[in-house]
């Protein structure tokens, strides 16, 4: 992400025409692509170059939109902005890509200036996180130093409690499941349960415990999450 307002994107979409309309219009404000027209083929780009945002449509050969998505989130060492594009408009999709891990959701016909704008706004909120420090709210994470502060007040965190914060932070809003933390920490090796249990408590206690409201906050069935409000 560079300080101009020229993106790198990834276009996965496999009707020819709108890819093309989408291209001319992006590519005329400045924005450079790579494109793919099969699922399976986005994921690898995706998984292979830096991409500023992913514009991925959800009906597509070998691999739909969801599935290209879910993999993404579990595979990519960094949460890359998504971008859904559907041609459909019920709740069930919304609900479906949002789980899947989309982080925005645009429904077919769209203008192309909404388009630019929404995806503008996608790699500025994510953008963030390729600078070493990350500020969510009250929160702010140095990378570098591996170090996190709340309200200015500095927090000591274990490595592992770092790494799990620092995984919540570059996913908000979104929910982390406890599966998907459990792979970023461990990846394939077999890991007690109540492993996971545990390093969040000692997170709780060291970033929770001495403030007025918890930041970390579990939501039922689905993983954690961050609750970011101003202090
Ligand atoms: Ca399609």
Known sequence: ????NSLQVLLVEDEANIAKNIAEYMEHKGHVFDFAIRGDQGLNLALENYY?????????????GFAVCRVLRKKADR???ILMLTARDSIDDKVSGFQAGADDYLTKPFSLQELEVRCLALSRRYGLQTSEELKLGPLVIDRKRKSASRSGVTLAV?????KILAILAEAYPQVVSRSELMQKLWGDEPTESDALRSH????????DKPFAKPLIKTVFGAGFTLAIDEE
Do not use: C, K, W
């Not at 500023?52 to 739909?64: G, H, K, R, S, T």
């Not at 969040?200 to 970033?207: A, C, E, G």
């Open 1 to 4: 992400m560079t300080e101009s």
């Open 52 to 64: 500023d945002l992913v514009i991925l449509d959800l009906n597509l050969p070998a691999m739909d």
């Open 79 to 81: 949460h890359i902005p």
């Open 158 to 162: 274990s490595s592992m409690g770092f």
């Open 200 to 207: 969040v408590y000692q997170l709780r206690m060291v970033i």
